[in-house]
């Protein structure tokens, strides 16, 4: 079953634009996180924020998380080419962490 | 250098052949994940495993095996149980459960 599912789907901004991602989420959570995949390759890991937390930030990147809305955001700030990529949330669901459950992504291209 | 790795980057078989991807990790991680990641999707967890000589089915374990004999390696075989095994599959590994996940560059598998 799918935990978590991003929004929007696809999404194209110039450089210099901000950025944001919204994922939600069905059951309650202990962790959530966000990943970034590069075409073809292995996802990286940006963030992870604990549900007692509702803010992180991590250079130009900052993750929200209201869990009363079962939601998260991740927002990049000052976006760059570089930062075209697709982006995944992953959230442990009622597993106490066992293992994460990724969203379809938000496939975000910045154009120069 | 610490990592993940996976081989081959692309691989080739015919129809009815079972196939072993190679996972090995040298950060000393105990948690290890196989996932499958169809075009334009999010992935979809295959097999896990916490420990050595111990590994738990994942969403999609049908078709699939996986052994853990060693704490470094964690080979994942596509048998020919598995109707459409064309795919991209993802190797992960974290210190623990719950926290975050290393990937290692993934492996392009072909069924002709």
């Known amino acids: 079953s799918q935990q978590g599912e991003e929004d929007p789907q696809a999404l194209s901004i110039q450089e210099g634009e901000n950025a944001t991602m919204n994922c939600s989420y069905k059951?309650?959570?202990?962790?959530l996180q966000w990943y970034r995949q590069n075409s073809g390759r292995g996802l990286v890991h940006l963030i992870l924020?604990?549900?007692?937390?509702r803010e992180k930030h991590s250079g130009r990147l900052r993750v929200t998380l209201d869990t009363s809305k079962k939601s998260s955001s991740l927002l990049i700030t000052a976006s760059r080419a570089a930062d075209t990529a697709s982006y995944f949330c992953?959230?442990?669901?009622?597993?106490?962490?066992?293992?994460?459950?990724f969203g379809p992504g938000t496939r975000l291209s910045v154009l120069p | 250098d610490g990592g993940i790795t996976q081989s081959p980057k692309y691989l080739f078989r015919k129809e009815g052949q079972n196939v072993t991807l190679s996972c090995e990790q040298n950060l000393n991680h105990d948690a290890m994940y196989w996932y499958r990641q169809d075009p334009g999707q999010g992935l979809r967890l295959i097999y896990y495993?916490?420990?050595?000589?111990?590994?738990q089915k994942g969403d999609i374990a049908e078709g699939y095996s996986v052994s853990r004999e060693k704490k470094e390696s964690f080979p994942l075989t596509v048998t020919s149980a598995q109707k459409n095994p064309t795919a991209f599959y993802l190797c992960a590994s974290s210190i623990g459960t719950g926290i975050k996940q290393f990937f290692g560059p993934g492996t392009r598998l072909t069924v002709l």
């Open positions: 924020i604990r549900s007692n937390e």
């Open positions: 495993s916490q420990i050595v000589n111990d590994f």
């Open positions: 992953a959230t442990d669901g009622d597993n106490y962490g066992q293992n994460f459950v």
């Open positions: 059951t309650s959570i202990n962790n």
